[in-house]
């Protein structure tokens, strides 16, 4: 059985930096696809930011050149940093692992104040 787990969300001053981590326990097997999602109240759930094997990087508009996302295949995790924060950045943060399946983490709430 695999099981997710999120850390790293908080309450952060506009300008500020959170660091979030995802770490897959169990027979996960080859994770092929690693990704950061939110989702914010009123919202549709949105890709943030994603990493697949080869170390490719793709990130959503509103996050390039604030936010970074790394892997480490050896641990199965996978971490976003996220630099200067804003309001809108406020969201549940859900990690993603796809395989031969799909997980996703219970999510963790980041709020950023003005």
């Known amino acids: 059985q695999v099981h997710m787990v999120e850390s790293g969300g908080g309450l952060v001053q506009t300008g500020g930096s959170l660091r979030l981590s995802c770490a897959a326990s169990?027979?996960?097997?080859?994770?092929?696809?690693m990704g950061w999602y939110r989702q914010a109240p009123g919202k549709q759930r949105e890709l943030v930011a994603s990493?697949?094997?080869?170390?490719?990087?793709t990130y959503a508009g509103s996050a390039k050149g604030r936010f970074s996302i790394s892997r480490d295949n050896a641990k199965n995790t996978v971490d976003l940093q996220m630099n200067s924060l804003k309001p809108e950045d406020t969201a549940v943060y859900y990690c993603?692992?796809?395989?031969?399946?799909?997980?996703w983490g219970q999510g963790t709430q980041v709020t950023v104040s003005s």
């Open positions: 169990g027979s996960i097997g080859v994770i092929n696809f």
């Open positions: 993603r692992m796809i395989t031969t399946w799909d997980y």
């Open positions: 990493i697949n094997t080869s170390g490719t990087t």
